[in-house]
Every structure is written in C-alpha cells, then in structure tokens.
C-alpha cells in the first residue's frame, strides 16, 4: 500500500480553467513519467484507461513521487548551462529530452540539431541502463 495518495489533476470539460481531482492517471502519462502499466498497477497508482488527455503536472507528481527522473547533469556532455536553458525550454530530465522533438527544440535554444541530437542519444542510453 501506498504511504501517501496521490491524486491527479484533470481540467472539467466544461471550462478549462476549472481543476478538479482525477480518477486516476493517464496511460500516456505513465508512460511520460518513465514508468510501465505493470510498474503503475505494482505501485497501486490510480489509472483511468478513459483518459486521453496528458497534463505536465500529472507527469511531474508522477516522476517526483516514485524517482523516475534523471536528472539532465547525468548526460554525458550536458553541463549546468546546458542542463538550465533545456529546463527553461520546457525539459526538465532526461526522459523529456530523450522524447523530445528535435525541430521544436532547436527553435527554443541556442544549440545546434547535432548536439541536441547527440544528447538525446546519451539520455536514451541512460534510460536503457535504467
């Protein structure tokens, strides 16, 4: 059992601005959040197959309470100057960036489509070890 519940956040279909508590977590957010359908039953994590959508703060509450994140300073080549334009441009771990979508990055920071490609090859290597 779980020592703390943790509830997801889903927008109310009738107005957008208005939160309210989830049943459960998105499959694809679960996926986002590094983890499996199996690791998510294992760890009685609350999922609604019937959810589509994925918001950040669903994957974010995810990664921090069940350690899936690494961070962006384990990728070989990404210093603390690298690791806080990345975080600015919307990757916050190695996950993001291993998933990410080059061509949008590239138009959000100053490095190159070879490095960022290159350090998107180290993040899935890093995954893969995991």
Same mark, same amino acid.
């Given at each position: 059992?779980?020592?703390?519940?943790?509830?997801?956040?889903?927008?109310?279909?009738?107005?957008? &601005?208005?939160?309210?508590?989830?049943?459960?977590?998105?499959?694809?957010?679960?996926?986002?959040?590094?983890?499996?359908?199996?690791?998510?039953?294992?760890?009685?994590?609350?999922?609604?197959?019937?959810?589509?959508?994925?918001?950040? &703060?669903?994957?974010?509450? *995810?990664?921090?309470?069940?350690?899936?994140?690494? *961070?962006?300073?384990?990728? %070989?080549?990404?210093?603390?100057?690298?690791?806080?334009?990345? &975080?600015?441009?919307?990757?916050?771990?190695?996950?993001?960036?291993?998933?990410?979508?080059?061509?949008? *990055?590239?138009? &959000?920071?100053?490095?190159?489509?070879?490095?960022?490609? %290159?350090?998107?090859?180290?993040?899935?290597?890093?995954?893969?070890?995991?």
């Amino acid at each position: 059992m779980m020592e703390e519940e943790i509830e997801p956040v889903v927008y109310a279909s009738t107005r957008k &601005k208005w939160i309210r508590d989830g049943r459960g977590f998105s499959l694809e957010e679960i996926k986002r959040a590094g983890l499996t359908l199996h690791e998510a039953k294992t760890l009685e994590i609350p999922i609604d197959r019937r959810r589509r959508t994925t918001h950040l &703060k669903n994957v974010q509450t *995810l990664k921090e309470h069940f350690g899936t994140s690494i *961070l962006l300073s384990e990728i %070989r080549g990404v210093g603390k100057v690298i690791e806080e334009e990345l &975080k600015r441009a919307g990757i916050p771990d190695a996950y993001d960036l291993a998933y990410a979508d080059i061509n949008t *990055l590239a138009e &959000k920071v100053t490095f190159s489509k070879k490095n960022l490609k %290159r350090w998107q090859g180290e993040a899935r290597k890093l995954l893969r070890k995991q």
